[in-house]
């Protein structure tokens, strides 16, 4: 399968905590980026980090990105119950715009 | 700017049925790919539509069709439906130019009993 493997797969925690969320993928990429899902609506775009770049910040939203191990994290800080959600990466691999998706990550926060 | 909107958003249908899905992209938008979403497998990759012709496409059966109009509305469709088709798609548009960020529709929710 071309998907990514993402990790963990589910991820419980409290109010103010931060969250990790971490993304592998099999071969070289354009750009990786992450979206968020919830209860299986629409994908809501939350970053995108291209393969020449090695960190990227939005407001509370950390993404690194590794190319030499093919892998990619997603910190969310100081989380709020309105975050719990799926978080997926996404890999697009030329100029065109087809995605493969990681298996997400179910993250739950709890007041 | 309206954002991508999906239609119907749900839907049942019988096994050997065909069902067409619709997609208008996010206006200026030329790309348009689709997306199947099962707990199963994921949110896989159907195909892609740029200026009226498949850029890209998925592994899935020849079942699964689709097709782009001029002003890059798309139409997605799927013959001999049987039960494992049930899944949520998704139809995203991105902008002209390069690899950028995509815009979901909401999706259709698609049952086959």
């Known amino acids: 399968s071309q998907q990514g493997e993402e990790d963990p797969q589910a991820l419980s925690i409290q109010e103010g905590e931060n969250a990790t969320m971490n993304c592998s993928y099999k071969?070289?990429?354009?750009?990786l980026q992450w979206y968020r899902q919830n209860s299986g609506r629409g994908l809501v775009h939350l970053i995108l980090?291209?393969?020449?770049?090695r960190e990227k910040h939005s407001g509370r939203l950390r993404v690194t990105l590794d190319t030499s191990k093919k892998s990619s994290s997603l910190l969310i800080t100081a989380s709020r119950a309105a975050d719990t959600a799926s978080y997926f990466c996404a890999t697009a691999y030329n100029q065109g715009g087809k995605l493969i998706f990681g298996q997400g990550t179910e993250l739950s926060v709890k007041p | 700017k309206a954002g991508v909107t999906q239609t119907p958003r749900y839907l049942i249908k019988t096994r050997g049925q065909q069902v067409t899905l619709s997609c208008s992209p996010i206006?200026?938008?030329?790309?348009v790919s689709w997306y199947q979403q099962t707990p199963g497998q994921g949110l896989q990759f159907l195909f892609e539509y740029f200026s009226e012709t498949q850029r890209n496409k998925g592994n899935f059966p020849g079942r699964f069709s689709g097709r782009q109009f001029s002003n890059s509305r798309s139409e997605m469709n799927v013959s001999t439906l049987e039960l494992g088709d049930s899944a949520l798609y998704l139809c995203?548009?991105?902008?002209?130019?390069?690899?950028?960020?995509?815009?979901f529709g909401q999706g259709t929710r698609l049952t086959v009993v």
């Open positions: 980090i291209r393969s020449n770049e």
């Open positions: 071969t070289s990429i354009n750009n």
């Open positions: 206006s200026g938008h030329r790309s």
């Open positions: 995203a548009s991105t902008e002209p130019g390069g690899s950028t960020e995509a815009f």
